[in-house]
């Protein structure tokens, strides 16, 4: 098992176990650490030897799974292949089960034989990361979803490295999280000014993980963040609502002001704004503490797009403003 830092670590060294298996019920952490994975190849060479696959594609099975993890990288030394929502490969639903031959005596479908075979013998050139949802009912981030007697979840968990991911979207208690990350990157912090940052974030783990990222990169060169430093930095905790009124019209489902708090938007940003509202959007899905939470039925397609167009931005597969657009009228539809 290795902690999300401990990956990081490893995906900055370039040294990466051929299969992870990335659970836990912090969603945010989870789309982090899948596109560190691709950021690991260089940007130029990403449409070769990076592979994004979504398990609740049909065409999606065991054996193209398989496929992709043998296919050798192209001018790299690694290929990094991400299945999202994996436990629908796993585990995958009944219509998909009909059309399995037979199955294993302990209930493993037999067109999942495939995987079992590379789980016995991973590339050694591929870095295998599968991200699971998690699951329905679960009373802990490390709950596995997935059946722990069959044949297929046993080489799972002997051959890949587990990463539990557990944050504020997982309902974990803000100070810890905070205290956590400043550790991660090296900074003290008085115990004052911790609370003092959760307090102006108003419970809001929005504004939390951006003012958090903030003191990260104010404070990194000194190594120190003090209570004085938190109004620098976060502010006094008044906010206008109309700082939010882009997430807060996504959630409602309100295309027409959404477009419009889009435009002004970028009209008053600068190049990062698109990187900016994604991150916005992407916390605001993944939020069950808002004012206005998302839908929770129409999450799992909203992460999809939230993936989508983040690997498109970073990937320069069309102009910023317009793949932020086509997500906003997505995540409203």
Known sequence: MASPQQVRAQIASAKVAPIYAIIGDDDHEKASLATAFGEM????????????????????TARSVA????????????????????????????????????ADDDGTPQSLESLVEYFERPSPTTALVFVFSRPEGSKGPADMPLAGNLKVTKALLKAATLVVCTGLDGGQDFTSWVEAQLKAAGISADRGAVARLVQVAANDPVRLRADTQKVI???????????????????TGDRQVEEWALVNAVQK???RTALRELDAEFANGDSGTAFKVLGQLGA??????????????????AVEALFRTDLALKSSGGDPRVLIERLVVELCG
Do not use: I
């Open 67 to 102: 496929e992709a993890a043998n296919t050798l990288p192209m001018m790299a030394p690694t290929r990094v292949v991400v299945v999202l929502m994996a436990e629908e490969l796993f585990e995958p639903k009944r219509r998909r089960k009909s059309q399995d031959a037979g």
């Open 217 to 235: 990169l104010y404070a990194t060169a000194r190594g120190r963040f003090t209570a004085d430093d938190v109004t620098t930095v976060a502010g």
């Open 284 to 301: 605001a899905v993944r939020n069950p503490r808002s004012r206005t939470p998302y839908p929770t039925g129409k999450v799992p397609a």
């Open 41 to 60: 190849v260089e940007a130029d060479l990403r449409a070769f030897n990076v592979e994004r696959l979504y398990a609740t594609d049909p065409t999606v």
């Open 253 to 255: 489902g309100d295309v």
